[in-house]
């Protein structure tokens, strides 16, 4: 079955970086675009980037455009997600997206002095 297994956060200073990782297995990996959404407590799950299965579109939410980038290494099953000029606001748990409504378990990221 599909499963997906993030990694990759931790805690940093605002205007740090992070890179998340979301290793992919049980489909065909190369056939579907994959997404991140986030969630902080006590908020909804939001949309925060996603990447066509090929890799040549990417889609970004509003905040996080220009800080931000998607990316994916087919050979290697897995997406990831650079994360630059972090702000406070950025803490959350993010979680991968794939195919059939698919999650992660997701990986906490917190931003803080």
């Known amino acids: 079955q599909v499963q997906l297994a993030e990694s990759g956060g931790g805690s940093v200073q605002p205007g740090g970086s992070l890179r998340l990782s979301c290793a992919a297995s049980?489909?065909?990996?190369?056939?579907?675009?994959m997404s991140w959404y986030r969630q902080a407590p006590g908020k909804e799950r939001e949309f925060v980037a996603r990447?066509?299965?090929?890799?040549?579109?990417?889609n970004y939410a509003d905040s996080v455009k220009g800080r931000f980038t998607v990316s994916r290494d087919n050979r290697k099953r897995t997406v990831y997600l650079q994360m630059n000029s972090l702000k406070p606001e950025d803490t959350a748990t993010y979680y991968c997206n794939g195919p059939s409504g698919s999650w992660g378990q997701g990986t906490q990221v917190t931003v803080s002095s």
């Open positions: 990447i066509y299965w090929d890799g040549s579109v990417t």
């Open positions: 049980g489909f065909t990996f190369s056939d579907y675009g």
